[in-house]
């Protein structure tokens, strides 16, 4: 996919002069890699349309960078398209919630709902998990275990059958506990879709949640957009969830499950361990459905924030895949020098909204001053190594102790690390383009 796009503009950058005809050659190219991707024909449809009524063909005749221009109105369009325009229902701390998880089975609403909860207990909620999957054989004892390793109470039962009064009994004992996130996991059987979605339908009358979050596979192909809709038409579906992220599949799904329910995607899986999970960002994400990575993006920035002297250097070890605690250092300080940061934070792949929320670039710079004061305090043979283990408690009390922080923050320095050279590892084999090929893509 990524391959068509980028020769889809390649090409269109080498022609001389860009009129409808090449333009229309480009906008065909694209609609088949986003069909591959699993994007809904219609929503390509209108995409294309939209693009054509963007990109005036006389300032792309005048302008100095076509390519750029064109790219630029499809990354937009796509973007607006998981946009719906309204922020999914924001839950209050200390406030009890009951959170509804609807979707077919397998499309990890079991994992997710602990990921969830996971992620809201670490920001000091207090949930809890109900399971009201009477269907499945075992599906309690899978909530069960997720539950117990990440310390969450959770109810359910072995004996009875009917979802609607395991879901209403948990909600009203977590209640009583003063969670404020009750958490309702349901069943997702494939069979009778009709008695499902009276199933929903239930449950959720039955607890009226104060948000349904929806599901999804992000490997189901063009099904995506059917399946939200039928959630979306037995209960009142809030928000998305897509699954799974780091599997092949470049998840145009969730354009459709976005069109189909009119709600936001608000975080997305990457992977079956519990804190494989991230807050959604709609530019990285749009980045992966066209292919491009961020690279293209990215290297223009990397051109912008890392020295020039620096720049070969930094994309060989990228390449190779080594993502120390140096580079990461190296990163930061070219960060902070840059001044309005957040831009270029929304560039690099996987400083994601998380490490830099918008509208909080002050706490983030000091967050990451926290974090290299900490890395200070690292021998070179800790911030040179890429070997994980290296780093123990050892290792870690010594350097909060030498930076003056809690050990608990350079475990959280730490994990932002993992995170990032998570990311960072999928450069290994990047072809880096030398100079002057860049701006060719
Ligand atoms: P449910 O039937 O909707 O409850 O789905 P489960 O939570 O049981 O998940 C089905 C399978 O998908 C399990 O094997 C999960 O480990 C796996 N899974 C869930 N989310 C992810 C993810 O983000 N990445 C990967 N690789 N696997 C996932
Ligand atoms: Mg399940």
């Excluded at 609807?102 to 998990?129: E, N, R």
């Excluded at 269907?135 to 390793?149: E, I, P, S, V």
């Excluded at 300080?333 to 909080?360: C, D, H, T, W, Y």
């Amino acid at each position: 996919l990524g391959g068509s796009i980028s020769r889809a503009i390649q090409q269109m950058s080498n022609a001389t002069v860009i009129d409808e005809k090449v333009l229309n050659e480009c906008l065909n190219e694209i609609t088949r890699a986003l069909l591959q991707a699993d994007v809904q024909f219609k929503l390509v449809r209108d995409m294309q349309a939209n693009i054509k009524k963007i990109v005036n063909l006389d300032d792309l005749a005048a302008g100095h960078n076509k390519r750029k221009i064109i790219q630029q109105a499809i990354f937009n369009e796509l973007c607006k398209m998981l946009d719906p325009g309204k922020p999914s229902f924001t839950l209050k701390k200390g406030k009890p919630s009951v959170v509804m998880f609807v979707g077919l089975q397998g499309s990890g609403k079991t994992t997710t709902c602990t990921k969830y909860a996971y992620y809201h207990q670490k920001k000091g909620w207090k949930p809890a998990l109900v399971c009201a999957d009477t269907f499945r054989a075992g599906a309690f004892d899978q909530l069960k275990q997720n539950a117990t390793k990440a310390k969450i109470p959770f109810y359910g039962s072995y004996m009875e059958s009917d979802p609607v009064k395991i879901a209403v009994e948990g909600v009203e004992r977590f209640k009583k506990e003063n969670c404020d996130l009750i958490i309702v996991d349901t069943s997702g059987r494939h069979k009778q879709e009709a008695a499902l979605f009276e199933e929903m339908r239930q449950v959720s009358e039955a607890t009226n949640p104060d948000l349904v979050i929806f599901v999804m596979d992000s490997s189901i192909g063009q099904a995506a957009f059917d399946q939200a809709q039928a959630f979306k038409q037995s209960v009142s579906v809030g928000a998305v969830i897509v699954t799974k992220m780091d599997g092949h599949a470049k998840g145009g799904g969730a354009l459709s499950a976005v069109a189909a329910t009119k709600s936001p995607v608000i975080f997305i899986g990457t992977g079956e361990h519990m804190d494989e999970f991230e807050v959604f960002d709609v530019k990285p994400f749009v980045s992966r459905l066209l292919g491009m990575g961020d690279w293209s993006g990215f290297m223009d920035k990397i051109h912008e924030v890392v020295p020039m002297d620096q720049q070969p250097e930094l994309l060989q070890k990228l390449s190779e895949g080594n993502f120390t605690l140096r580079i990461m250092y190296d990163q930061f300080q070219n960060i902070l020098k840059m001044g309005p940061i957040s831009q270029v934070f929304s560039m690099l792949p996987g400083f994601s909204a998380e490490l830099m929320p918008k509208g909080r670039e002050k706490e983030s710079q000091a967050k990451i001053k926290r974090y290299m004061t900490m890395m200070d305090s690292m021998t070179d043979e800790e911030l040179d190594s890429s070997n994980p283990k290296l780093m123990n408690e050892s290792r870690m009390m010594r350097i909060a102790r030498g930076s003056g922080r809690h050990v608990k923050e350079v475990n959280e320095m730490l994990e932002e690390y993992k995170r990032l050279a998570k990311v960072w590892s999928k450069m290994k084999g990047l072809k880096i383009p030398k100079k002057g090929q860049m701006s060719a893509l």
